[in-house]
């Protein structure tokens, strides 16, 4: 793991909150902070994400006559090989209906998919595996806790709070079931440096609020919040909080003890897993009073024709037959990350975050969204930005066909943040650990010949 | 390709005699550059083109021999150029002619390897919308004059652009709605297009048939290979009854037909399937 050595700051000067920030937007003073990080970084062994490149087979390819340079990391990741191989090894030598056979492969399916439930809850320091709910992904996990919690714990009048920069996912299943409930959604807004405003956040708490739905990480600002804070703020009331880590738990360490997080959800693709499955984290007191979600076999315990009854959790919210494959891949990605360490990579990620922030201010005309990184302020990897003039999706055009750069454009699942922000979309480059600073490098070159193209034909 | 309309087929040709993918963005831009302004009374949602990506708009009207003109604007550079390239190749000609196009042309154009699928989407989503206006508008036109027997509608595809009046964005593999030109006195009922005629006539002149049947399924086809760069017309189901099948075997009467059609197979008839029996086969069942 290699040594950062924090760079005293001179403080910056936040923006007049009257002004909406507009373009461009980077502060000259940001740069030397960057510089100083990095210069004591660079020196010393190869850089993580040269040393993990070769494990992953889908960066080493062309598209459109360029090298790939994949910057959509925060709508999916790439699979190192361990994963591919976990998940062919499954497919080829044991795969087998799980919990309910007799034999051979069916027993060793079940404690390679047991085992990948234990791996999971290790990895995020849940007490017991019993609280780790495998689901299809992140967004069925929310409905889980939604359909099943929500119902039968919201009442006409309760409060949920959420902030505008959640993702859709976070947002539309509390829709329906505050339609169904009569329960209240409310919503925080950005601060004067573009992060959900924390103060107001706690301010809104009081006796009505039953659940705080917060992300950890932003998928578009690039922000970080104190959740450790926030689930003391809602504790203080008796709500209860839902954590997104879809953006956290695969760059950084995220210890739900710590947290004291009532709930958490992840992704299993955004965590160098296969697609297909992701997880509910809940604690044992609140899954064991939770109805089921999906009804059919697995989950019950006794099934007559005009009623039955339901098995323990997880079990109870896991009805037929899961993504066996899927999950070992996801425990094979969870080795792996392991393997290097999530402190080693949060560190690395974020030298690169630096870098990669640093390098777009140089871009004219850029507008990036979120938070400028300082000392007290830590953006994760990635970047949403618009060039004044050039649409996003132009942009992104022409960087994969001319370049071979991977970004994406769009609202980024995001509308109501994006509606705030007063754009109809942004541009996105998002990092991961197998990333490079030539990778960088590569997307700001292509970058800046893209927006010459476009400029020159105003 | 001939199906087309002329502008469209001229701004096809310059495209595929451009090369170079920058250069084909180029030609794009300039179209959507010369583009004229859509005023924003018109960006409604009603002419809004249905997708993520970026905004698309774009309005319909029919001048007093219904032909049917456009507009359009976009936030993106290059989604405005392709409508500029829809708008161009499209505006000043008769609703039926618009309705012919098959979306497959878009192939020719060669910017689908400039272009990304979800882009590509909205081209075609573009074509829809703009199809499905033109026919909106014809129908209401011709409910004003009162006449109801001009322009018999023969939908051949499963789309029902009236009643669906929600767009949806995913790509739909069916070609273009399919008219029949009651105009030239061609067989209207059966819903064939001109291929279609002339592979009956000519059946029917060569083979003096006492039964025929000659049935356009090239929608089943719409969306593989043997589709792309045609105008649609592609696939049929041929039946007929003749005395000249008598003394042939199968692959005989088989080739026979394939050779009295030799130049359609040229030219873009990729399938026949066959049904050919003498009168006696018939009766004798």
Redo the contacts between chains.
């Keep these: 793991m290699v040594e950062g050595v924090f760079v005293k700051l001179p403080s910056f000067p936040f923006l007049n909150p009257a002004v909406s920030p507009s373009f461009p937007n980077c502060r000259l003073g940001f740069r030397r902070f960057s510089a100083s990080l990095s210069a004591v970084v660079k020196e010393g062994s190869v850089s993580l994400g040269h040393s993990t490149r070769p494990d992953f087979p889908i960066l080493h390819q062309e598209v459109?006559g360029s090298k790939l340079v994949y910057l959509d990391n925060a709508a999916t990741s790439q699979k190192p090989t361990a994963v591919l191989k976990a998940l062919q090894n499954y497919y080829e030598t044991y795969n087998s209906n799980v919990h309910r056979g007799i034999h051979y492969l069916s027993a060793k399916a079940t404690d390679e998919y047991e085992l990948a439930r234990k791996k999971v809850a290790a990895f995020i320091n849940a007490s017991d595996s019993t609280e780790i709910v495998f689901t299809r992904n992140a967004t069925e996990a929310i409905n889980l806790v939604a359909y099943s919690w929500g119902l039968s714990n919201l009442r006409a009048g309760s409060e949920i709070i959420l902030s505008i920069a959640e993702h859709h996912s976070a947002i539309v299943p509390w829709q329906t079931i505050a339609q169904k409930t009569g329960a209240i959604l409310r919503f925080v807004s950005l601060d004067e440096n573009e992060v959900p405003d924390v103060e107001e956040l706690r301010g809104m708490i009081s006796e009505r609020t039953e659940l705080v739905v917060v992300h950890h990480v932003s998928n578009v600002l690039g922000s970080v919040l104190p959740i450790e804070n926030i689930v003391i703020w809602a504790h203080a009331v008796g709500a209860k909080v839902l954590v997104d880590a879809c953006q956290s738990v695969p760059h950084m360490v995220v210890d739900v003890q710590g947290l004291d997080a009532d709930f958490l959800v992840a992704s299993s693709h955004k965590m160098c897993g296969p697609t297909g499955v992701g997880f509910l984290f809940g604690k044992s007191n609140l899954l064991l009073d939770m109805p089921p979600f999906l009804g059919g076999g697995e989950m019950i315990s006794e099934v007559f024709l005009d009623h039955s009854t339901y098995a323990e959790p997880p079990s109870r919210f896991e009805a037929g037959t899961p993504a066996i494959g899927e999950a070992i891949g996801l425990g094979a990605a969870i080795d792996y990350l392991s393997g290097i360490g999530m402190q080693k990579i949060h560190d690395y990620e974020m030298e690169l975050a630096n870098y990669l922030y640093e390098k777009l201010c140089s871009v004219p005309n850029i507008r990036i969204y979120g938070p400028k990184p300082s000392d007290n302020i830590h953006r994760a990897a990635l970047c949403s930005f618009n060039v004044e003039n050039?649409?996003p999706?132009?942009l992104?055009?022409?960087l994969?066909?001319?370049h071979g750069v991977a970004i994406r454009?769009?609202?980024h699942c995001a509308q109501p943040l994006h509606r705030h922000l007063g754009v109809?979309?942004s541009a996105r480059a998002s990092l991961h650990f197998y990333n490079t600073r030539e990778d960088v490098d590569e997307f700001i070159r292509s970058l800046d010949d893209t927006v010459s193209?476009?400029n020159s034909?105003k | 390709m001939e199906q087309l309309p002329p502008k469209l087929q001229e701004i096809i040709k310059l495209f595929q005699s451009v090369e170079e993918p920058k250069a084909k963005y180029e030609q794009l831009m300039f179209y959507g550059k010369n583009l004229n302004p859509l005023d924003t009374q018109f960006k409604t949602r009603e002419n809004k083109v249905e997708g993520c990506v970026s905004q698309v708009w774009v309005r319909a009207y029919l001048d007093q021999d219904k032909n049917v003109f456009y507009q359009a604007d976009s936030d993106s550079v290059l989604t405005k150029g392709l409508a500029a390239l829809l708008v161009n190749g499209l505006s000043g000609r008769p609703v039926q002619e618009v309705l012919r196009i098959s979306p497959d042309f878009a192939v020719l154009l060669g910017l689908q390897q400039s272009l990304t699928p979800s882009r590509n989407n909205g081209f075609l989503n573009m074509l829809k919308l703009m199809q499905r206006k033109a026919l909106e508008l014809l129908i209401e036109a011709e409910k004003g004059d009162g006449s109801s027997g001009n322009g018999q509608i023969a939908n051949d595809n499963s789309e029902k652009p009236v009643e669906n009046s929600t767009l949806d964005s995913k790509v739909d593999e069916d070609s273009g709605v399919g008219f029949s030109s009651s105009k030239n006195g061609e067989d209207s009922s059966s819903g064939l297009g001109s291929r279609g005629t002339r592979i009956k006539k000519k059946l029917e002149k060569e083979l003096s048939p006492i039964e025929l049947e000659v049935e356009d399924v090239s929608y089943q086809h719409a969306g593989h290979a043997g589709v792309r760069g045609s105008d649609g017309e592609t696939h049929f189901n041929v039946r007929i009854v003749s005395k000249e099948f008598e003394g042939k075997s199968l692959v005989k009467r088989h080739r026979l037909i394939y050779g009295l059609l030799d130049e359609e197979l040229q030219t873009g008839l990729h399938a026949l399937s066959i049904v050919a029996k003498t009168p006696s086969e018939v009766e004798a069942k």
């Design positions: 459109n050039i649409h999706t132009d992104a055009t022409f994969d066909q001319q454009s769009g609202h109809n979309a193209f476009f034909f």
